[in-house]
């Protein structure tokens, strides 16, 4: 058997040679989606990888994080239309302080 990753997960190296092995006997979806899972496993932000009916993959970024960045628009958008709404009056180019 290989070696396994600091906690004891497979690294990609190990799925690879899995899939040199298991290439016949299993769809490529699964052994994507298994690869994929055991990137992600470093990246704690990302959902699990889903695969759609079309064949596509889908990887979420964790539906709190989306909420916060969301929010954090929304309130940089709001600040944003009122600084613009307060309009200074403008200045002569003659004008010097």
């Known amino acids: 058997m290989t070696e ?3 906690q004891g997960m497979k690294t990609i190296a190990d ?3 899995e899939v040199e092995a298991q290439s016949q ?3 490529q979806e699964e052994l994507l989606l298994e690869c994929l899972i055991a990137l992600l496993k470093q990246f704690p932000d990302y959902t ?3 695969l759609r009916s ?3 993959i889908l990887i979420p970024l964790d539906a709190e994080l ?3 960045r969301e929010r954090s ?3 940089a958008l709001a600040i944003k239309s ?3 709404r307060d309009h200074r009056p403008k200045k002569s180019r003659t004008w010097v302080e």
């Open 48 to 50: 699990p990888p889903r």
């Open 73 to 75: 628009k929304n309130a």
């Open 82 to 84: 009122m600084m613009d």
């Open 54 to 56: 079309d064949g596509g």
């Open 4 to 6: 396994t990753g600091k």
């Open 25 to 27: 006997t299993r769809p």
């Open 15 to 17: 799925l690879m040679d």
């Open 66 to 68: 989306q909420k916060s």
